[in-house]
């Protein structure tokens, strides 16, 4: 627990004296040492200026370097300012410098990962920590960021299948919503048939007593225990138009959308992707990977090479 225990030190630390900014920075490139990276080396950049475009500079609180590249960011918040200020810049360092990995340091520990292979997509919080003392799951995520685990990829195995997971959460939700929609207009209907056969007290009496209702459902997050080197492998999925926003914005609509089932042999099978229950807050990604031929690796059973998806 050396490693967690002491970060959760280091920032509690400091937000009770409510020191400046540059001083935590400081403790935090310090410990950042003690993950394997090196100042020395130009391995832990502080304030980097980085140019994007003709006329817009980023300036990241730390970047995590190696042969010249960035691997990921690290961003500091000031417990008095705002987590969701912080929260897009730090997404928009990701986005501009196509990372992978960010940390956001404020009143909790957060990992977001961005899969950069999707246009149109957001950085995804993957993990979460308050800092409170011997948390075995942020010891074991702060050991996958030091330099001898990172390069292992293990990090990444983890957060393509915590996503995994986000997103199988966010479609089930649609479902229970959908299926307690459903519910509500059968109680309604058995109410309205049972009136018209028996005395309408006695039902009135009957379902003020009938409760129907869904749990809400937890998707039981990703062991950091024990991972291996196994990436997630995806179908893979295009969309036309590609950017993930324009499709969303023209499904909404329309709630329906072509699909190319494209096999290894070169065989195209053209099928039709009904989305009646799409809404605006629905993840695009979630309900197509979530289909029966995305999901436990059918699309191998099945020969595919990929699926598109398109709305003219």
């Known amino acids: 627990m ?6 959760c030190f280091i920032v509690s630390t400091h937000q009770k004296k409510n020191t400046k900014e540059n001083i935590l920075q400081v403790e935090i490139e310090n410990f950042l040492e003690k993950l394997g990276w090196s100042r020395k080396q130009g391995e832990i950049v502080t304030q980097k200026h980085i140019s994007v475009g003709s006329n817009q500079t980023l300036i990241p609180d730390i970047t995590i370097e ?11 918040k000031h417990p008095n300012e705002s987590v969701e200020k912080h929260k897009k810049q730090l997404i928009s360092y990701m986005r501009q410098l196509k990372l992978r990995f960010g940390v956001l340091l404020g009143d909790k520990f957060q990992l977001y990962y961005d899969d950069t292979t999707e246009d149109g997509t957001e950085a995804q ?17 702060l050991s996958l960021l030091t330099k001898e685990q990172f390069e292992k990829d293990k990090l990444l195995v983890f957060a393509e299948k915590q996503l ?3 997103q199988e959460s966010e479609v089930m939700n649609e479902i229970r919503e959908y299926v307690e ?24 009496k009957v379902f ?3 409760n129907i209702a869904i749990s809400p459902i937890v998707v039981e997050e990703v062991s950091l225990n024990n991972l291996d080197n196994t990436s997630v492998e995806k179908l893979p999925i295009e969309f036309v138009p590609n950017d993930l926003e324009a499709f969303k914005k023209l499904l909404l609509p329309k709630k329906i959308a072509k699909v190319e089932w494209h096999y290894n042999n070169g065989k195209v099978e053209h099928k039709t992707w009904k989305a009646s229950r799409f809404k605006q807050k629905s993840s695009l990604l979630g309900n197509v990977y979530s289909r029966p031929e995305a999901k436990n690796g059918k699309w191998k059973e099945l020969g595919l090479a990929k699926v598109v998806y398109k709305i003219d």
């Open 181 to 204: 929609e459903q519910l509500s207009h059968l109680q309604d209907k058995l109410y309205k048939e049972l009136q018209e056969e028996y005395d309408s007290k006695l039902v009135k």
């Open 164 to 166: 995994e997971k986000i």
């Open 66 to 76: 190696s042969n010249n590249k960035v691997l990921f960011v690290v961003e500091l």
């Open 208 to 210: 003020e007593h009938l």
């Open 2 to 7: 050396n490693k967690w225990n002491d970060l």
């Open 125 to 141: 919080k993957v993990f979460e920590a308050a800092f409170t003392e011997n948390n075995l799951e942020a010891e074991e995520l």
